[in-house]
């Protein structure tokens, strides 16, 4: 069955960075656009940012372009975020979805001093 | 795009009906054709599930009891009777364009 397993959430003061992985199985990775989806503790869900299935296109919302990169290596069927100088108001549980179909479990990131 | 819910609370009771609304500040058709407006379930503590996609397709597994309607700006997700498993948030998503965005949620709970 198809799974997406996240890791790489912590605890990180802010300015640093973190790099987030999503380890996808049981679906043909390599043919499908990929999502980060965040949620701040209590709140919503906000869209982060997506790449095409063959990592030709990269698109970020405007609270993080600039500061997040995403990527994904097909050969290990994985999905990366590269989070740099967080700020407190990136605390939030980020998923990765597969084209927004297929969800993960969540990874908890918490910026704070 | 900015997607408005409403309402954003729902108290039902079950085996009632309960529809929640879902309105698009731009037009969700894409030059496609398709319309990628997606509804999703949230239960407490879980992450979330996909109900609907394209207005009104049923995702794998999902109930009959959920139904979906609208074209354009202005969507509604139904559901035919309430269950006890139903409770939760409700999200409306839109992939027309980038960013993605979603609506604020509308809560389900039982009378």
């Known amino acids: 069955q198809v799974q997406l397993v996240e890791s790489g959430g912590g605890v990180v003061q802010p300015g640093r960075s973190l790099r987030l992985s999503c380890a996808a199985s049981g679906f043909a990775f390599n043919t499908y656009a990929m999502h980060w989806v965040r949620q701040a503790p209590g709140e919503g869900l906000e869209w982060v940012a997506a790449i095409s299935y063959d990592a030709a296109y990269k698109y970020y919302a405007d609270s993080v372009k600039g500061r997040f990169t995403i990527s994904r290596d097909n050969s290990k069927n994985t999905l990366y975020l590269q989070m740099d100088s967080l700020r407190i108001e990136d605390t939030a549980v980020y998923y990765c979805?597969?084209?927004?179909?297929?969800w993960g479990q969540g990874t908890l990131v918490t910026v704070s001093s | 795009i900015v997607l408005t819910q409403t309402p954003l609370s729902s108290p039902v009771t079950l085996g009632q009906p309960a529809s929640i609304s879902c309105r698009s500040s731009?037009?969700?058709?894409?030059?496609?054709?398709?319309?990628?407006l997606s509804w999703l379930h949230q239960r407490p503590g879980q992450p979330p599930r996909v109900l609907l996609y394209?207005?009104?397709k049923r995702f794998s597994g999902v109930p009959d009891r959920f139904s979906g309607s609208g074209a354009g700006t202005d969507f509604t997700l139904r559901i035919s009777r309430v269950e006890a498993e139903d409770v939760g948030v409700y999200y409306c998503m839109q992939a027309r364009q980038f960013p993605h965005s979603f609506g604020q949620g509308t809560k389900l709970e039982i009378k």
């Open positions: 731009q037009s969700l058709v894409h030059s496609d054709g398709n319309t990628y």
């Open positions: 979805a597969g084209s927004l179909d297929y």
């Open positions: 394209k207005v009104s």
